[in-house]
């Protein structure tokens, strides 16, 4: 392992003995041997290839946009489907209908007319089980997983994954995620095992060891992702900029690709991320093209003998590049190209760029051998995914035993005063909370659909919820549930638990801005609520379900013990198991669980120059039921808006941002109003009978991070918070208004952009002519001082809609990133459009 251009550690991994620290990209001896024999028959194949055969081979796109003949007729090396893909778009579909699919695109791509007949490889999400498909059991997310401090465990989950995988036909997993997350406010953070990097390594070992095994009928082809950097980026904003130096690169973020490689792990997913070293001055950009990363580190250092994947359109965010086209990406070691809708354009591209000599033959060639020998080791040529042990078999897809254990193991009791857990079996309790009923709250992202949002608990019909798990540990005689505590005499029960936490999210839309605190009341107030309500003197016993550490300290105050359950998947049953005694009064499990990241125990961490006074609770923190250890009453810091130094209040990312809320209202003035919610892909027609507007989700910078609105006639499309916000500070700062903008259709009608203030209190802001400047599906950062708001003498010391468009048709555009920006460029001498008082 400390072989060329590596330099034996100063520290070693605790109980291995493994180095962990180096000077540059370890080189990683291959767990599979040298075989000529392998190697002469990929020669073989790809020197049969015609061109668009091993274009082909590089070509990955989506179920929903690709069908099998086609498949058959540009020689298709993947398809894959992304979260909420399933066969004929069916959420429910079963067992039979994943494999039919599978072999009908197997038996597409064998029925090639070509002298060589390479079979296509089927990739999908199974991040935590199998997690895309209907009855199929949900594991913990992967920040439970780091806290149970269990490699073998982690191999049993893969393995369970891998065989439930295999049933549906399907042969590769998006999966492990080996992120090192440094910063809660990631969204995806509750996809990294840990914040240290030995445990993602032993993670990464055992994970990718139980996926693949030796490649039986069980097995299925891992993918060691992202890499790399994905967890280091500046506040953890999802696909951004890591800023950390060469050394933590390798051996902080780079541990669970060491572990990867180490286990034979044949497939890595490039991240969206970039890359900035800033102590040796080297900006790598974009991952994905990437040469020095791809090629120079993970290919040639380490020796990593096997294909890199990029993500969803990730070419697209190149310079340079589009979906469709990215010879940048090829050239810098992308040997296959997901490409989920625009494939086709993408083949005619790449046959063009490799003709006219803009990628070298050469480097086709290494692409589409890495690509074969990988399907050849993990036995793709050999069997149609019916003919596989254990195809169609849909037991498979269950392992609860496994899973409720694991839920057990994730579990950390962070507050036990009194000694008030384990309750006494057959205790008179009220369950409360919004989470307790919601197996969508407990699985979170990534389950049957790509954000986990738009299920119910139908949807999990081989899966337990909370309550129901208590009421099987307590006796269902024994147990009351209301969502609220609302109107219920507290007093009569012997204990109330409530379950509460965050709702799903996943990649981007879970991000937390940097302007943003961590407290978790910021965003979900209602679970304070639910605490304050049930306080009567009778011990409460919270139970929070979170994709990472916030900061919970009024929380924690109004409780007397609590639990970090994660976000633990499928088994409720497995956190009952913990808060209960046996028949004779004690403790059935004990909690083993301790934190594999810090907690904070601020609303701001990061923001002081003492790190250690960030965290009210270590890595490594967690009681046992012999702890007798009392919390005291913790600083709420109510005081903490805004996270200090920050100089934005974000409004609309991804998703509406709290405080505020999107709307469409009818009419100039009044008329009928209506909620924005989270729908992905809804497309929206206002009302329906004589339609306003038409509403959908799009991407402007990142997936789905946009609302695209067209007025069918006169409408508002705005944010609103339910309580006015004083915005006179950031005036002094010379803030503006700034949005991202791509026009669609340009309006002829004048087009305003407003404030509002309270009851008939508008400042308005004409735009029609600066819009009408801008060229039509391209992206315009749009920016307007505040300024230009209050040019009549009055002040914005009270708004409550800091952001809306009122606009007639015909008009659409798309609305993307809407922040107040303090201190923007030129926002002091910039001249306002027409400025008008309502």
Same mark, same amino acid.
Not at 139 to 164: K, Y
Not at 522 to 546: I, M
Not at 655 to 674: I, M, T
């Given at each position: ?118 079979? #296509? ?61 440094? %910063? ?43 890499? !790399? ?83 969803? %359109? ?7 590049? /589009? %979906? ?39 480097? !086709?060639?290494?692409? +589409? ?62 369950? #409360?909370?919004? /989470? ?24 999990? @019909? ?67 609520? #639910? ?21 919970? %300290? ?8 609590? #639990? ?10 497995? !956190? ?21 990241? @810090? ?8 923001? &002081? ?35 200090? &130094? ?44 004589? @339609? ?112 809306? +468009? ?26 306002? @459009? ?5």
């Amino acid at each position: 392992m400390a072989g060329r251009g590596a330099v034996a550690a100063q520290t070693a991994s605790p109980g291995t003995g493994k180095p962990t620290h180096y000077t540059d990209w370890p080189h990683i001896a291959s767990p599979r041997k040298v075989d000529p024999q392998l190697d002469a028959r990929v020669h073989d194949i790809v020197a049969r290839m015609s061109l668009a055969q091993k274009i082909g081979q590089m070509t990955q796109a989506e179920i929903k946009s690709i069908t099998p003949d086609q498949v058959r007729q540009f020689y298709i090396g993947s398809v894959l489907n992304g979260g909420g893909s399933w066969p004929q778009g069916n959420k429910h579909a079963g067992t039979a209908d994943w494999l039919a699919l599978a072999d009908r695109y197997y038996d597409a791509s064998m029925a090639v007319d070509a002298p060589v007949k390479v079979p #296509v490889i089927w990739g999908t999400d199974a991040v935590h089980g199998h997690s895309n498909v209907f009855g199929a059991t949900l594991f913990p997310h992967n920040i439970g997983l780091g806290a149970a401090h269990d490699p073998e465990l982690i191999r049993q989950i893969g393995a369970a994954t891998a065989r439930a995988v295999r049933a549906t036909g399907v042969d590769w997993a998006f999966a492990p995620t080996l992120a090192v997350a440094q %910063n809660a406010r990631w969204g995806r953070t509750y996809e990294s095992f840990s914040s240290d990097g030995p445990l993602v390594h032993a993670y990464a070992r055992a994970y990718v060891d139980g996926l693949q095994g030796h490649f039986g009928d069980a097995n299925v082809l891992a993918t060691a992702k992202h890499f !790399i950097g994905d967890g280091a980026t500046v506040n953890g904003t999802d696909q951004g900029v890591a800023k950390v130096s060469r050394r933590d690169m390798i051996n902080v973020h780079g541990a669970g690709y060491v572990g990867a490689l180490e286990a034979g792990v044949l497939s890595v997913m490039a991240s969206y991320n970039s890359w900035d070293d800033a102590v040796d001055g080297t900006n790598y950009g974009k991952m994905s093209g990437a040469r020095a990363l791809l090629t120079g580190a993970l290919k040639e250092k380490m020796g990593f003998p096997g294909f890199i994947v990029s993500d969803w %359109n990730a070419i697209g965010q190149l310079p340079g590049c /589009s %979906n469709a086209s990215c010879p940048q990406a090829i050239k810098a070691g992308i040997d296959m190209v997901m490409v989920p809708d625009d494939w086709r354009a993408f083949i005619a591209n790449t046959t063009r760029q490799v003709q006219d000599g803009e990628i070298p033959m050469a480097r !086709i060639d290494d692409a +589409v051998s890495r690509i074969v020998r990988a399907k050849l080791v993990m036995g793709a040529f050999d069997k149609r995914p019916s003919q596989r042990a254990g195809a169609g078999d849909a037991s498979r897809l269950q392992d609860r035993a496994l899973a409720r254990r694991a839920v057990r193991e994730s579990l950390v009791l962070l507050k036990n005063n009194h000694d008030v857990l384990p309750l006494r079996r057959g205790s008179r309790v009220l369950v #409360v909370g919004k /989470s307790a009923d919601s197996i969508a709250n407990q699985v979170g992202g990534w389950s049957l659909t790509w954000q986990g949002t738009d299920n119910g608990n139908a949807d999990f @019909p081989h899966a337990t919820s909370v309550l129901a798990g208590i009421r099987a540990a307590d006796g269902a005689a024994n147990v009351s549930y209301r969502a609220t505590p609302d109107g219920v005499d507290t007093g009569t029960f012997d204990a109330i638990i409530a379950v509460i936490g965050e709702t799903p999210y996943a990649e981007t839309m879970g991000d937390i801005l940097p302007s943003a605190t961590l407290r978790h009341g910021d965003r979900h107030p209602e679970d304070l609520a #639910v605490l304050k309500a049930a306080a009567s003197g009778k011990p409460v016993v919270t139970v929070f379900l979170s994709g990472r550490p916030l900061f919970v %300290n009024a929380l924690l105050n109004h409780s007397d013990a609590f #639990v970090a359950g994660w976000l633990p998947g499928s088994e409720g049953e497995g !956190i009952a198991d913990l808060l209960f005694a046996d028949g004779q009064g004690k403790p059935a499990f004990d909690f083993t669980g301790t934190l594999s990241m @810090p907690w904070p125990g601020v609303p701001c961490p990061h923001a &002081g120059g003492d790190l250690a006074a960030n965290w009210l609770f270590a890595r490594g923190y967690g009681l046992h039921y012999a702890a007798h250890h009392e919390l005291p009453a913790l600083p709420l810091h109510a005081e903490v808006i805004t996270c200090a &130094g920050s100089s934005t209040l974000p409004i609309f990312h991804t998703l509406a941002q709290s405080p505020f809320s999107l709307y469409l209202g009818a009419g100039r003035d009044g008329g009928k109003v209506q909620a924005v919610g989270a729908d992905l892909n809804a497309v929206i027609e206002w009302p329906a009978d004589q @339609p306003v507007f038409s509403l959908r989700t799009v991407q402007v910078n990142t997936q789905q991070d946009a609302k695209s609105i067209t007025w069918h006639g006169p409408g508002r499309f705005f944010a609103q918070s339910p309580q006015p916000i004083d915005l006179m500070p950031l005036l002094a700062t010379h803030a503006a208004l700034q949005f991202d903008l791509v026009i669609g259709t340009p309006a002829h009608a004048p087009i305003t952009i407003y404030m509002g203030c309270g009851e008939g209190c508008t400042r308005t802001v004409n735009v029609g002519a600066m819009f009408a400047a801008y060229k039509t599906g391209r992206r315009h950062a749009v920016s307007i001082p505040l300024q230009c708001f209050i040019r009549s003498g009055e002040d914005l010391a009270r708004v409550d809609v800091p952001f809306g +468009v009122l606009a007639a048709a015909p008009f659409s555009a798309a609305f993307a990133n809407v922040r107040i920006a303090a201190d923007s460029a030129g926002a002091a001498a910039a001249t306002c @459009p027409g400025t008008v008082a309502r």
